[in-house]
């Protein structure tokens, strides 16, 4: 009876709905929205909702989707992984300890990737931002003017600007969170075909 529950387990609605719309969110900046356009920002402002959302849900939901049910425990984890070694299937009411892990490396660095975006982007159809558009637009004509000098300056390795900080950390942050992603994936499937464990259905809506 215990196993068959486990496998039937679902999680609730706040919790997939937030899963889906971060998937979303991830798939529409980096295949559909263009980098810095308005839509983009809008993207990452949704993202930020959704993150906050879960973080609230994380608090008061049900015992399975509270942070207490998978505190991130590196010590945990180790023990989880020898046990998977030695062979061992142990049922978890909500993520294992590996998952945990994974679940909040994923959050920690969706929130650098929604924080740098902000600083970077600002709100779209703001005066501020409308306003950066006009400068971007201006600087380029100078930027065009300049940039056989500018090319020739770099090629010495004299003139060339340093990228913004928080620029670079927003870039690394996104590709961490692709490999984060894969490795999520890549967990995901083997999850389910050792412990046998629907883990893929629990996210989905419930059926008939």
Not at 30 to 55: C, K
Not at 89 to 109: C, D, F, Q, R
Not at 189 to 206: D, K, N, Q, Y
Request: a negative charge.
């Amino acid at each position: 009876m215990t196993a068959t529950k486990t496998h039937a387990r679902r999680w609730d609605p706040v919790v997939k709905l937030t899963h889906w719309i971060v998937v979303a969110a991830v798939i529409a900046n980096t295949l559909i929205a263009e980098e810095g356009s308005d839509a983009h920002v809008w993207v990452g402002y949704t993202l930020a909702a959704t993150l906050a959302l879960r973080l609230i849900w994380g608090f008061v939901g049900p015992a399975e989707a509270r942070f207490a049910a998978f505190p991130p425990s590196p010590g945990r984890a180790l023990a989880h992984v020898r046990a998977i070694a030695a062979g061992k299937k142990t049922e978890h009411a909500s993520h294992n300890p590996l998952g945990a892990l994974m679940v909040y490396a994923i959050w920690s660095t969706l929130a650098v990737i929604v924080v740098t975006g902000v600083l970077m982007a600002g709100i779209p159809g703001s005066p501020h931002r409308d306003a950066e558009a006009t400068a971007a637009a201006a600087s380029g004509l100078v930027a065009h003017n300049e940039e056989a000098g500018e090319t020739q300056d770099r090629e010495d390795g004299e003139g060339g600007e340093e990228e913004d900080p928080v620029v670079e950390v927003h870039e690394i942050a996104v590709n961490l969170l692709y490999v984060l992603i894969v490795l999520h994936i890549a967990g995901v499937v083997f999850e389910t075909r050792r412990s046998g464990r629907r883990i893929v259905m629990a996210m989905l809506p419930e059926g008939r």
